[in-house]
């Protein structure tokens, strides 16, 4: 009996560990996602596509492109296509205070 209160102790112990590693994982690539999104805001006046933020991200596309319609819907962007034929997201303008211009993200 207790071989098996062992087995299931640890199995258990191994679940909430893993819970626990894929949530982490999950908070920092949500940071990641967050310092791209703002910085390709910045220096694209506002215009993000799918292979830039997936790109400055360093993630998956589905991944990126579940985190940009999510910003899409956030922030009401408008979606445009350019001479080229790429497809961009037309986000507000991001008009930082200079006090925090001046600082290195």
């Known amino acids: 009996m207790a071989i098996i209160e062992f087995v299931i102790l640890t199995g258990l112990g191994i679940i909430l560990g893993a819970l626990i590693v894929n949530m982490l994982n999950d908070r920092q690539q949500q940071r ?6 703002y910085r390709l805001l ?5 215009k993000i596509s799918l292979i830039q933020l997936a790109a400055a ?5 589905q991944i990126a492109q579940k985190y940009l319609e999510t910003q899409v819907q956030i922030f009401s962007a408008i979606l445009e296509i350019d001479e080229q034929g790429d497809t961009f997201y037309k986000f507000p303008k ?12």
């Open 57 to 61: 991200a360093k993630v998956d596309a």
């Open 94 to 105: 991001l008009s930082l205070p200079p006090i925090l211009d001046r600082q290195q993200w």
């Open 32 to 37: 990641i996602l967050d310092d791209a999104f």
């Open 42 to 46: 910045q220096f694209q006046n506002g």
